[in-house]
């Protein structure tokens, strides 16, 4: 593994996208270049290796990207949660308010059990709504949160604040936009 590769070399920055005065954090540089890929799920892997973690979660889809190769990496099962409709088994939900209205989640009512030690993965966080809507599913099933993952954090929006408790680990930070 490369620990002197600079990640935030491969985040691209877009201004005004998706809408006027958003900078966006752009992760495809990061997944096309095959070395710095590797050494995200890498670290990643690293961070929960002796752990115990046996089933890694993630909301579509830019987590799923970084959630798979991370299960693999630890011999853990990789549960997807996904947005209604979307999985073809018995689901649980968890509805949520956003700023402008609200969403839900859903995933497979036997995915995880109370036995189970999870880490909650995704590219971003900025607010924590997702998350901490993948936090309260997992939380119903009573399995152990070990941990929240993220490839960059943007912690001038202060989302570590919604995550419950649970540690949170990213790769990037952005202190300020």
Do not use: W
């Not at 809408?19 to 710095?36: H, M, Q, S």
């Not at 956003?98 to 995915?111: A, K, N, P, Q, V």
């Amino acid at each position: 593994m490369n620990d002197s590769l600079n990640l935030k070399d491969y985040i691209r920055e877009i201004p005004d996208f998706p809408k006027p005065g958003i900078l966006f954090r752009d992760i495809t540089p990061l997944l096309a270049e095959p070395k710095a890929f590797q050494a995200v799920v890498d670290r990643l892997a690293d961070y929960y290796r002796d752990k115990q973690i046996t089933a890694i979660l993630a909301a579509e889809a830019r987590g799923f990207i970084f959630a798979a190769p991370l299960a693999l990496a630890l011999g853990a099962r990789f549960i997807p949660i996904r947005k209604p409709g979307k999985l073809p088994f018995e689901t649980r939900a968890f509805h949520y308010e956003l700023e402008y209205g609200s969403d839900s989640l859903e995933m497979h009512t036997d995915s995880i059990h109370s036995d189970d030690r999870v880490v909650i993965v995704d590219d971003l966080l900025a607010t924590g709504g997702t998350i901490s809507a993948c936090i309260e599913l997992a939380r119903h099933s009573n399995a152990e949160i070990v941990g929240c993952a993220f490839l960059i954090e943007l912690a001038f929006l202060n989302g570590r604040e919604k995550m419950n408790g649970c540690d949170v680990f990213s790769l990037i930070h952005y202190d300020a936009e």
